[in-house]
Structures are given as structure tokens and as C-alpha cells.
């Protein structure tokens, strides 16, 4: 299995093995990555686990439907490669996937 | 939009908005003496029954005294068991369905697509006459856009610069409190406390700032919305001072805008700047309607919380001895106050179409009433659900900031002024004893206290 990398705000690496058929958010959440806050508990009703994908990666995260669309308009904090964690699907082939932690959850 | 909003909207840019209020109050007590104002309910307390006498249609959770008279955890836990999604028929508020169990409460949330938020979220309708609009009753897209335009105001990045100012007066607040004896936690602390921080998110003049809780009190309590309280003829001049004040405060936003001023972090300054909203003061009802949104969901919320906190901890003492312990736990234990305490207990959507949800039909049309208070205390998803454990694990997973594109804008805003608050009461108390019972609000919506005396012994400067 391989690895994915969160970097959170400050600059901080976290290096964390990939299990498959979980979430990106469920894969921060059982590594203790701080900064997801995911307060509906992966329903894509909160916004609170918001990520930044890393730009060579955000192709490969998946489509975006229209109510992760909704929740992630609602976060100020929002960039162009901006996504719900709890949306994402890890499979083998996000290996290497990088994404980067906001300063703030909503 | 109705007409006479439409005919409000018109007249705005000549006629000041708080003549418009008077006129639509003056024109509600001319239809009532001739009869065709529609009829105000009225409530008057009196003991309700033990829930198990009951049958379960007759079970009717809109009662305003459920909450007041420590009934409405039996009630719910009926409901949840029995009939987890039941219809009322004959409420004081209309037929409605009730839902009460947390997953199906996440469901309804998340979809505004098959559940409207229009035109209210409260059981009730509005009182008639003034038909106010505002964003947390309005569906996509146009909620999105309104909610946009203000929602800076309590992003997480503006409360960083407001921290340092909202610790400031909760210290002084704090520090003017009477040791040793007893005073009203409600009216010193907790109401205190949320004016302040709403006079200074408003840039409300900042000496006249209990008229913003009690505009707050008023506008959340006449009786055809909430079961409240409050008379139509409080209701209406309370409007009427709202849009003064505000209107002026508007204008002077816009010629310190017009002057060139760089504008300033509150709420009114961001809304006379932004595209969206800048003519909002041509639109009364849309105006009222976001300003009251502001006021009541920065007001009662949070200073029932603030009452709640309190009360928790003296109903579970050794929780206060595992802070004192633990202050670290301050953040989980605030997520459990907000859960154990759901200070709006309920949000009120209108089914779009009929939806089949756990095993009963809703059809087009019906009121669905989703009960935060009940799914919070819901033992299939929290663990025994009536504890108040500030360690709980997954406290934040709690439904009183609802889910969804509604879910509540100013909940790291509520969560911080709660967070200052106990760090400085730790700082300075070893104490908070509850004296006697609190006093409860009457009304279905408001999960508040009215008063609630406490007696703090000072921390040993050991």
C-alpha cells in the first residue's frame, strides 16, 4: 500500500499509509491529522473537512457533485482545487497524493 | 413576494421604513376590529400530562410549556421509540409531522431539494402583516447569494482579529460579578455578555445595546410563530424602533462608504459593500429579515448555552471536577454544551413533493418539523445521550447547528465567545453553585432560561 501527505497550514507534514475504500477524511481522522474537523461525520453536510488538493493531484480526486459544490461555496476559505475530504474515495491510485489543510474550518 | 412587500419595496425610497412598519401595524388593528385579522392563538400554562397516558396521535410537541415544565425528554423518547416520524394533526400550529431521530433529521437537512425553507423556519407563521424575508428561510440559489454576502463577518479569519476584544469584555464582565452571593447568571453574565458581542459585530452604539436583546426577545416570541409571549403590540413598535435604528446606522455606513473609508469589519459595513446586498435598504422586508436573523441567531443561542454550560456542570459535578483537572477540555466540553443544551430546538421545513421517509408518507405541502432536541438525545447514534460528558468522544457530531446549506453561520463565532467564557470562569472561580431551580422560557423554539441564580466562591490564589 502506498502513502498520502497532508500539510497543514503552518507547514506541518503528515505522512499517512493508505487503506483502501476510505475517505480521505476517514484517513485524517484515524491518524490524528488535526485541522479536519468533519462535524457531520463524512455527509457532506458540514464543510468542516475541507482540503486543498495539491494542483497536480486535483484531476485525479474525482468529479465534484452538486451539493459538496454548495457546502464548499459556503467556506470563505475556498481556492480553485478545493474539496470536501469526506467526498474523496482513496484508492491505489492516489499514491503519492499531497493536499493541503486550510487555516481555518468553518 | 406578496403585495404588500412588493408595495413596500416601491414605496422605500421615499417613505422611511419604520412608517412602513407603523402603517402595516395600523392596518393588522383595523382588520381586527372588523374581524378579518387572522386569529392569534393563545396559551395559557397549565400541568401537562404524563406522556404515557397518551395516544400517540394525540401526542402534540409543539406545546410551548414541554420544555419549561422538564416534560420534553419523555415526550421525544416516545416519539423516537414509537413513531419516530408522527403527525400531529390539530396543533395550535397547524398539522405538522415531527421528526425526531437523528439520521432522519440529517436526511431532511440535507435535502433542500425535496424540503423548503420558505417562507419560515419556525412551527408557526409569521405574525401577519409582516412578511419578513431572510436568508435561513429562503431556498438555493437565492439563499446562497445573501448568505455569501455576510457571511465574512464571522469567518474564522475576522474572529481571529475579534478574539483579543471579546476576551477583554468578557474579563471585565467577569470581574464585576459579586462573589459569595447570589445574582442572576441570566440577566449579569449570559445576556451581558451576548449584547456586547452583538453591538460589537453590528457596530451597534455600544451604551444602547440591551435594545438589541430585547428587539431579539420580542422579534423570536409572539405566539402565532413560537408560542411566546409576545402581544402584537409590542411586536410591531419593537419592528418599527428595529428599522430606524438600523436604517440610520445603514445610511451612515453608506456615506462613510461614499466618502471613500475603507469599511469596517462589521455586518452592515459588509452588506452596504457588497454587490448583492448594497440596495438592501430598498427591499424592507428583505432588510428586517437578515438583520433579525443576525440579532436572534447571535442572541438566544448562544446565552442559553452560556446559561446551559452552567447548569450542566451543576447537574453533573464530577464533570466540573474533571475540568478543573483537565482545563484542556475546554473545546470538547463546549461542543457537549451546545449538544446537551440545543438551544433552538428545532428548524421547520415544507415538503416539496411527497417523500417517503421511515415508513410514513409526507406529502407536497405538509409542514416537517425537525426536532435538533430530540436527535441529540437519540441513543442509536449518542451514546447515553442524556449524560453531559465533557470528554465525550465525537462531541462535535451533535445536529444543533443543523446540516446542510443552512447549517449555522455563526457556529465558530458561538463557539469561541463559549470557549473565552471558560477559560476566564477557571481563571477566576472555584465555584458556580446553582441556587435553587432556573426559570424557563415559554415557547417551542427557544430553549432558554429566564433566570437562574448562582453564588461563585473565588478560586484560593494559592
Known sequence: MGYMTFIEHDGTRHKVEIEADKSLMQHAADNMVPGIDADCGGECACGTCHVIVDEAWYAKTGKINSSEQQMLEMTPEGAPTSRLACQIEITDALDGLVVHLPEFQM | ?462
Not at chain 2, 471536577?321 to 477540555?329: I, Q, S
Not at chain 2, 449555522?408 to 470557549?419: F, I, V, W
Open chain 2, 1 to 462: 413576494m406578496n403585495i404588500q412587500t412588493r408595495a413596500m419595496n416601491l414605496s422605500a425610497r421615499l417613505v422611511p421604513m419604520h412608517w412602513q412598519v407603523r402603517a402595516a401595524h395600523l392596518a393588522q388593528q383595523a382588520l381586527d376590529r372588523v374581524g378579518l385579522a387572522p386569529k392569534t392563538p393563545e396559551f395559557t400554562e397549565s400541568p401537562l400530562p404524563d406522556v404515557s397516558t397518551l395516544a400517540i396521535e394525540d401526542i402534540d410537541v409543539s406545546n410551548p410549556f414541554l420544555w419549561r415544565q422538564g416534560l420534553w425528554g419523555s415526550y421525544f423518547k416516545r416519539l423516537r421509540d414509537e413513531q419516530p416520524v408522527h403527525f400531529q394533526k390539530s396543533s395550535a400550529f397547524g398539522p405538522f409531522w415531527s421528526v425526531t431521530r437523528f439520521d432522519d433529521i440529517l436526511f431532511v437537512d440535507k435535502r433542500h431539494d425535496l424540503f423548503s425553507a420558505e417562507p419560515i423556519i419556525t412551527l408557526g407563521d409569521q405574525p401577519a402583516g409582516l412578511a419578513i424575508e431572510t436568508f435561513i428561510a429562503m431556498d438555493p440559489p437565492k439563499h446562497d447569494k445573501q448568505r455569501q454576502a455576510v457571511q465574512g463577518v464571522v469567518a474564522p479569519r475576522n474572529l481571529k482579529e475579534m478574539e483579543s476584544l471579546i476576551r477583554q469584555r468578557t474579563r471585565d464582565v467577569l470581574d464585576h460579578l459579586p462573589v459569595d452571593k447570589p445574582f442572576d447568571w441570566v440577566s449579569n453574565v449570559s445576556i451581558e455578555l451576548t449584547a456586547r458581542m452583538l453591538a460589537t459585530l453590528l457596530d451597534f452604539p455600544y451604551e444602547q445595546r440591551r435594545k438589541l436583546v430585547y428587539w431579539s426577545d420580542v422579534a423570536a416570541a409572539s405566539p402565532e410563530t413560537t408560542g411566546g409571549q409576545v402581544e402584537r403590540d409590542e411586536f410591531f413598535p419593537a419592528v418599527a424602533e428595529v428599522a430606524r435604528s438600523f436604517s440610520e446606522l445603514w445610511r451612515e455606513k453608506e456615506a462613510r462608504r461614499d466618502a471613500g473609508e475603507e469599511p469596517g469589519f462589521d455586518v452592515i459595513s459588509m452588506m452596504v459593500n457588497n454587490e448583492d446586498t448594497k440596495d438592501l435598504i430598498h427591499r424592507p422586508m428583505e432588510f428586517l429579515g437578515n438583520l433579525a436573523l443576525l440579532i436572534i441567531g447571535g442572541n438566544d443561542t448562544t446565552r442559553n448555552s452560556m446559561t446551559g454550560g452552567v447548569l450542566a456542570l451543576n447537574r453533573f459535578p464530577q464533570e466540573f471536577d474533571k475540568l478543573k483537572a483537565n482545563p484542556a477540555l475546554i473545546p470538547n466540553m463546549v461542543s457537549e454544551i451546545i449538544r446537551w443544551q440545543t438551544p433552538l430546538a428545532y428548524m421547520r421545513r415544507v415538503a416539496k413533493q411527497d417523500v417517503e421517509l421511515n415508513g410514513e408518507t409526507i406529502r407536497k405541502g405538509d409542514k416537517v418539523v425537525m426536532w435538533y432536541a430530540s436527535g441529540n438525545r437519540d441513543e442509536r447514534a449518542i451514546d447515553k445521550p442524556d449524560e453531559f460528558i465533557i470528554d465525550r468522544k465525537g462531541a462535535r457530531n451533535h445536529l444543533s447547528f443543523g446540516f446542510g446549506v443552512h447549517r449555522c453561520m455563526g457556529n465558530r463565532l458561538a463557539e469561541m465567545q463559549l470557549r473565552i467564557l471558560w477559560e476566564e470562569l477557571l481563571a477566576r472561580f472555584d465555584r458556580i453553585d446553582v441556587q435553587g431551580e432556573p426559570e424557563y422560557v415559554q415557547s417551542n423554539f427557544v430553549r432558554g432560561y429566564t433566570r437562574m441564580m448562582v453564588k461563585l466562591t473565588r478560586k484560593n490564589q494559592g
